[in-house]
């Protein structure tokens, strides 16, 4: 099990205030589902995109800096696209960029492949043998998610999918949280959401699901770890958690 420091979840039924979970008080929430949030939690597609950013950038006369590209994570792609232009100008050539960026992005991944992030596959196969059903929910468009699955290898891992091509409105809005919850058939309340972005903590907050973030970046952002209701280093600390901390219907230990 993590470090009890690291540990931080929500009282149910109580005012949203957060309190460390200590081995004399045991805070036992229930859940029935997960809900993945896909780059930077599942996949480390954020250092492929920062790279492929900073190139193209490059080629074309421009510089961004790492910390303006890790400030993209968990974005949508327009949001993106409207933060290049405050910083790179509004004569700023978005289509010569997504084309040199993708071009560099789709030859390092097929070199290379993209890394799972670490535990994913282990809290996968977990929740598979328990029967506790999960989804993904992502900012990344559909034909963009099958294609980053299929070069990291987890073609098939995740059955049930919400994409930007789902909803109306991307993330920090709730609603591919929402959606992927009625997909599961559970109430919003009822879902774990595993983010790595403030974006993605937004959005889960608003959707009232109970959000763990597990960082992609140091320092952790400040205002995502004060809004969520869990913060773990990485997804075998969360099934650690899940383990011995986190009730769930018709429970049966491995």
């Known amino acids: 099990m993590p470090p009890h420091w690291l540990v931080f979840t929500l009282l149910w039924g109580s005012p949203q205030k957060l309190l460390p979970c200590h081995h004399n008080m045991?805070?036992?929430?229930?859940?029935?589902?997960?809900?993945?949030?896909?780059?930077?939690?599942?996949?480390?597609?954020?250092?492929?995109?920062?790279?492929?950013?900073?190139?193209?950038?490059?080629?074309?006369?421009?510089?961004?800096?790492?910390?303006?590209?890790?400030?993209?994570?968990?974005?949508?792609?327009?949001?993106v696209e409207a933060k290049l232009l405050?910083?790179?100008?509004?004569?700023?050539?978005?289509?010569?960029?997504n084309q040199q960026a993708g071009a560099c992005w789709r030859a390092s991944a097929n070199a290379f492949g993209i890394p799972v992030k670490p535990g994913v596959r282990e809290l996968l196969r977990y929740l598979n043998g328990q029967g506790i059903p999960f989804a993904l929910?992502?900012?990344?468009?559909?034909?963009?998610?099958?294609?980053c699955l299929a070069l990291s290898g987890l073609s098939g891992a995740f059955l049930r999918q919400v994409t930007r091509d789902d909803v109306v409105a991307g993330k920090p809005e709730p609603d591919v949280f929402l959606q992927a919850a009625t997909l599961l058939k559970t109430p919003i309340r009822q879902c774990l959401v595993l983010e790595d972005s403030l974006?993605?903590?937004?959005?889960?907050?608003?959707?009232?699901?109970?959000?763990?973030?597990v960082p992609s970046v140091s320092p952790t952002d400040p205002q995502a770890a004060a809004l969520c209701d869990l913060l773990l280093p990485d997804l075998h600390a969360l099934l650690a958690t899940i383990r011995s901390e986190f009730p769930y219907p018709h429970r049966n230990q491995v």
């Open 199 to 213: 974006t993605g903590i937004i959005a889960a907050q608003k959707a009232g699901a109970f959000s763990v973030l």
């Open 86 to 97: 405050a910083v790179c100008g509004a004569d700023f050539d978005l289509q010569a960029f």
């Open 26 to 79: 045991p805070v036992r929430p229930f859940f029935s589902a997960v809900i993945f949030d896909l780059d930077g939690l599942v996949l480390d597609t954020e250092s492929t995109y920062t790279l492929a950013w900073r190139h193209a950038a490059e080629a074309m006369g421009y510089g961004l800096s790492e910390s303006f590209c890790q400030s993209l994570s968990g974005l949508h792609y327009q949001d």
């Open 137 to 147: 929910a992502t900012n990344s468009r559909a034909a963009n998610v099958r294609e």
